[in-house]
C-alpha cells in the first residue's frame, strides 16, 4: 500500500467512510502510481524521458489500453457514487429505510447502527459491478492472479470492516448532529483528528485479513542485512524482527515495500513478489523512500494538512447540506411533521444525515486534485530521499532508481506518457516516467557535492 493510500486509509476512518470511492477492499486493488501536471514539452524533451522508462512495444499496447479503462473507471466510479447518494435520498428510499429501521429496533442506537449498516451495503451492492469489471480487467492484463472464489471472499472481508467501523463511527457524527445542531461541524472536526492519527496507528492490525505474513528474515537473510543498512543510515530504527514479506504473489505480479504503522506499529513490509525478483539495490531503494516519508514527518505533515483541510471542508458541507435539506428536504421525506411537537433539524434525521454525506462526498471529489498535488509532492520529496539514502550503499544510485522505477512502472503496467489531464486529476505519485527521469539526472554528489537531506 502507498503512502497516499495509508493516509486515505486514515481518512476514510475520520470521514466514516464518506467519500465513496475510497473503501477497505481499496487496500486489495493495484495502485495507480500519479505524476506531477506535465508542462508541454518539445519532441527530444519527450524522447529524453523515454529513455529513462520506456516499454517493449507489446507491453506498452498494454499499458496504454489498460490506463484508459482505469481512468474511466476511476471517473465513472466517482460519479456513479454520486448518483447513488442522490437516488437514494430523491426516490425517497432513505427516508424509507430510515422508518423501517424504527420499525424492527426500539433502541434509538440500534436503530441507528441498523440503518448505516444496511446503508454501506447498499453502496458496496452498488458499486459491485464497477469492482468486478475492474478485477475482470486486471486479471485479463496478467496484473492480477487472485481467483474470483478468493476475490469474493476479501470483498466480503471489506465489507465486513466497512460495517463494523463505519456504522458504529457515523452513528457517532449523526449525534453531533443531533446534539449540537448549529455547530455540529465543529464536534464533527474534533473527533474526526484522533481518528486519523488511530486509522493509521492501526493499519498493521487490518493487513493480516487480507494477506499472510512472515518474518523476512526466515528466506531473505542477505535482503535484511542490505535493509539494516538502509536502517541504519535513514535512523529509522526498525529492528529486523519488525521485517516482514508479504505473501502477495497468491493475488498480484505486482511489485511493492513499505514502511507501514506509526511507533511500536511501526514496520518493513516486503511484498513476495519483490523479494527476490528485482534485485536487493533496488529494494533499498523502495525502503529508502518509504522510509523518507518517515523521516521528512510526511505523514504528520498529510495528517495536519487534513485536519487543517477538514476544518473548512465541514463548514462548507454543512452549509451546503443545510441549503439542501431545506431545498429538497419535504420532497425526499427527510421527516414526517407529525413525529415532533417542535421543528427539528431535517440534518438530524438517519435520513437527512445521508445529505450530509452527499455533500462530503461532492466536496471529496471536487478536491481529489488538490489533495494529490500535495500527495505528488511528498512522494517526490521522498523519492530525492530514497536515491540518497543508498548513496554509497550501492554501486550506482542513480542506475539503481531508474531500474527500480522500470520495474514498477513494467509490473503495473503504467503508460509512460499519460494525458496532462489524467495526472492532474487522478495521479497521487509523480508518474513513472517523470520519477525515472529525474532519477536519471540527479546526482548532486558529482564535483564533490553533497544531498538535499544527507551531507555524505
Known amino acids: 500500500m502507498t503512502f497516499a493510500r495509508r493516509c486515505l486509509f486514515a481518512f476514510c476512518l475520520a470521514l466514516l ?6 473503501r477497505f477492499s481499496s487496500a486489495q486493488s493495484a495502485p495507480n502510481p500519479s505524476p506531477q501536471p506535465v508542462q508541454t514539452q518539445s519532441a527530444d524533451s519527450q524522447n529524453n524521458q523515454q ?3 520506456s516499454l517493449p512495444p507489446d507491453k506498452l499496447v ?14 465513472v466510479g466517482a460519479i456513479w457514487g454520486l448518483a447513488v447518494l442522490w437516488l437514494l435520498l430523491a426516490s425517497r428510499w432513505a427516508a424509507g429505510l430510515a422508518g423501517w429501521a424504527e420499525r424492527v429496533a426500539r433502541p434509538h442506537w440500534v436503530q441507528g447502527l441498523l440503518f448505516f449498516a444496511v446503508f454501506l451495503v447498499i453502496l458496496t451492492v452498488a458499486n459491485l ?4 469489471y475492474g478485477h475482470h480487467v486486471s486479471r485479463q492484463y496478467g496484473i492480477s492472479v487472485q481467483g474470483w472464489g478468493s476475490w469474493f471472499g476479501d470483498q466480503a472481508k471489506a465489507l465486513g470492516l466497512f460495517v463494523a467501523i463505519g456504522a458504529p463511527v457515523m452513528l457517532l457524527f449523526n449525534w453531533l448532529v443531533r446534539r449540537w445542531p448549529r455547530r455540529y461541524w465543529l464536534g464533527a472536526w474534533i473527533v474526526s483528528l484522533p481518528l486519523m492519527v488511530l486509522g493509521t496507528l492501526a493499519e498493521p492490525l487490518f493487513e493480516p485479513i487480507f494477506y499472510q505474513f512472515e518474518p523476512l528474515a526466515k528466506n531473505n537473510g542477505a535482503l535484511v542485512t542490505d535493509l539494516e543498512k538502509v536502517v541504519a543510515r535513514t535512523g529509522t530504527n526498525i529492528p529486523p524482527d519488525r521485517m516482514f514479506l508479504m505473501k502477495a504473489s497468491v493475488k ?7 514502511v507501514s504503522g506509526m511507533g511500536a506499529t511501526r514496520r518493513i513490509v516486503v511484498w513476495d513478489t ?8 533496488e529494494v533499498q531503494f523502495i525502503f529508502g523512500h518509504e522510509s523518507g516519508h518517515y523521516v521528512l514527518k510526511h505523514i504528520s505533515k498529510m495528517l495536519c494538512g487534513m485536519a487543517f483541510a ?4 465541514f463548514w462548507a458541507c454543512a452549509g451546503f447540506a443545510g441549503w439542501l435539506a431545506d431545498r429538497f428536504g419535504v420532497r425526499w421525506g427527510l421527516f414526517r411533521p407529525e413525529q415532533f411537537s417542535e421543528p427539528q433539524p431535517l440534518l438530524s434525521t438517519r435520513a437527512g444525515f445521508l445529505v450530509l454525506i452527499f455533500a462530503i462526498s461532492i466536496a471529496g471529489f471536487v478536491l481529489q486534485p488538490v489533495s494529490n498535488a500535495f500527495s505528488r509532492h511528498f512522494e517526490h520529496e521522498a523519492d530525492v530521499y530514497g536515491q540518497e539514502a543508498i548513496h554509497g550503499l550501492v554501486a550506482d544510485p542513480q542506475k539503481t532508481a531508474v531500474a527500480g522505477f522500470n520495474a514498477l512502472g513494467e509490473a503495473w503496467l503504467e503508460d509512460p506518457n499519460p494525458s ?5 486529476w487522478l495521479y497521487n505519485h509523480p508518474s513513472v516516467q517523470t520519477r525515472a527521469n529525474f532519477a536519471l539526472h540527479y546526482d548532486p554528489w558529482a564535483n564533490g557535492g553533497h544531498g538535499k537531506f544527507f551531507d555524505k
Open 420 to 424: 496532462p489531464f489524467i495526472e492532474f
Open 62 to 75: 498494454k499499458a496504454i489500453a489498460i490506463s484508459r479503462i482505469r481512468n474511466i473507471l476511476d471517473f
Open 129 to 132: 459491478p464497477l469492482d468486478l
Open 17 to 22: 467512510l464518506l467519500v465513496l470511492a475510497p
Open 252 to 258: 498480484t505480479n505486482g511489485l511493492n515495500a513499505y
Open 310 to 313: 477538514l476544518f473548512f471542508i
Open 51 to 53: 529513455q529513462a522508462y
Open 274 to 281: 519483490t523479494a527476490g525478483r528485482v534485485p536487493n539495490d
